[in-house]
C-alpha cells in the first residue's frame, strides 16, 4: 500500500454506508469503486476507502491499518471500553461528530412490566450486544445485574424467557413496539463520528486531514444553512434583524428609486421555517426568497 494515501475506513453495507459515501463525495472525493470491491481508490484525493463491517473499523484504526474511519459512537465507545477493560491502550482519536447515524443505546422493558428508574434493574437479566457500555453504566449506579452478551436479535431475548429486559439501539422505536417492549431509559445517545490515529502522520497526509475536517465542517454547516433575501421598510429593519435564525451580520443593500427601503441578504445557520417567514411578512418585509447554501468555507 501507498504510504502517502489516507486510508479511512467506512461500512461495507449497512445504515452508515450512504450517508459515509454522501459526506464524502460532498467534500469533493471522487472514488472508483467495482462492486464488492474492499476498496475504493480516491481519484482526486490521496485517500483510499476501505469497506468493512461497522464493528472492525476501530480496530482498523487501533491498529494502524487505517489512519480514518466513520463509525457510530456505539460501536467506538463500546471498543473503548472494552480496551480498557483488557488493560490496552485506546489508540483511536475521535475528531468530529457527524450528523448522521442518530440512535440511541437504550433499556427497554416488556411492555406491562413496572420501572421506576435504575433501582429497578437490580438482580435482573438484561439482554444486549453491548456488553461493556451496559456494564459501565450499571457499575456508575452501583447496581448488579446480569448481563446476557448476545450477537444479534436482542429484541426477543424477553419473549424466549432468556433475559427479563433489552438494553439495544433503537431509532424511531417501532422495532420496540412490534416486540411489546417499552423504552425506559436512555444508556448512550449515539451518531456517527469521525476517528483518526493518534499517530503523528506524514506531513502530506496530515495537510489532507485538515483539509478533510474543514470541509466536513463545511459540508455540515450548509446542510442546516440557508441564504435568505428579502426587502424591508428601513424602520423595520431591528426587528427584521432580530427574526432572522442564527445569522450574525445581514448584508443591508439600497433599493434604487425606494429611499425607504432595503433589501437584506443573510446568511442563515439554521433552517428557515414557513413559521419565520410569516413573522418576517408581519414585520414588513416582502419578496422573501429562501435559498439552499451549496458550499462554506469559514
Ligand atoms: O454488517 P455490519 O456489522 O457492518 O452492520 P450492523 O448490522 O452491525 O450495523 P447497522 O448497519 O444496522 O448499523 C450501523 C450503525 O448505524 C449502528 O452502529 C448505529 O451507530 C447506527 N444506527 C442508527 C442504528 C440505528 N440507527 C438503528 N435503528 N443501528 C441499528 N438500528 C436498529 C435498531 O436496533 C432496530 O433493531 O435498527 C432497527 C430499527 O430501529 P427502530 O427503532 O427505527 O425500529
Ligand atoms: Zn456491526
Same mark, same amino acid.
Given at each position: 500500500m501507498d504510504e502517502l494515501r489516507l486510508k479511512l475506513a467506512i461500512q461495507k453495507s449497512g445504515r452508515l454506508t450512504d450517508p459515509s459515501l454522501d459526506l464524502l463525495a460532498r467534500c469533493g472525493l471522487k472514488i472508483s469503486r467495482g462492486k464488492d470491491q474492499l476498496m475504493a481508490y480516491g481519484e482526486n484525493m490521496p485517500l483510499d476507502v476501505l469497506f468493512v463491517r461497522d464493528d472492525d473499523i476501530p480496530d482498523l484504526v487501533q491498529e494502524d491499518v487505517c489512519d480514518l474511519g466513520l463509525v457510530g459512537l456505539n460501536v467506538l465507545e463500546e471498543k473503548r471500553l472494552e480496551l480498557a477493560a483488557r488493560g490496552h491502550p485506546v489508540r483511536?482519536?475521535?475528531?468530529r461528530k457527524l450528523d448522521f447515524g442518530r440512535c440511541r443505546l437504550s433499556l427497554a422493558v416488556p411492555q406491562g412490566t413496572s420501572f421506576s428508574g435504575?433501582? *429497578? @434493574?437490580?438482580g435482573r437479566r438484561i439482554a444486549t450486544t453491548y456488553p461493556f457500555l451496559l456494564e459501565n453504566y450499571l457499575r456508575e449506579r452501583d447496581i448488579e445485574a446480569e448481563i446476557v452478551t448476545l450477537s444479534g436479535a436482542v429484541e426477543i431475548a424477553p419473549r424466549l424467557g432468556r433475559a427479563d429486559l433489552i438494553c439495544d439501539l433503537v431509532s424511531t422505536g417501532s422495532t420496540l413496539q412490534a416486540n411489546h417492549l417499552r423504552e425506559v431509559e436512555t444508556v448512550l445517545e449515539s451518531h456517527a463520528v469521525l476517528i483518526r490515529t493518534p499517530l503523528a502522520l506524514a506531513p502530506l497526509k496530515d495537510e489532507w486531514v485538515e483539509r478533510l475536517l474543514m470541509r466536513i465542517d463545511g459540508v455540515q454547516q450548509v446542510r442546516e444553512s440557508k441564504y435568505i433575501m428579502l426587502h424591508a421598510p428601513r424602520d423595520a429593519l431591528p426587528q427584521i434583524r432580530k427574526l @432572522?435564525?442564527? *445569522?450574525?451580520s445581514p448584508t443591508i443593500i439600497p433599493l434604487e428609486g425606494f429611499p425607504d427601503k432595503v433589501a437584506v441578504h443573510a446568511v442563515c445557520r439554521e433552517n428557515v421555517f414557513w413559521e419565520t417567514l410569516e413573522s418576517l411578512k408581519k414585520a414588513g418585509a416582502s419578496a422573501l426568497l429562501v435559498l439552499p447554501v451549496e458550499k462554506m468555507l469559514a
Open positions: 483511536f482519536q475521535q475528531v435504575a433501582e *429497578s @434493574l437490580r @432572522l435564525p442564527g *445569522s450574525e
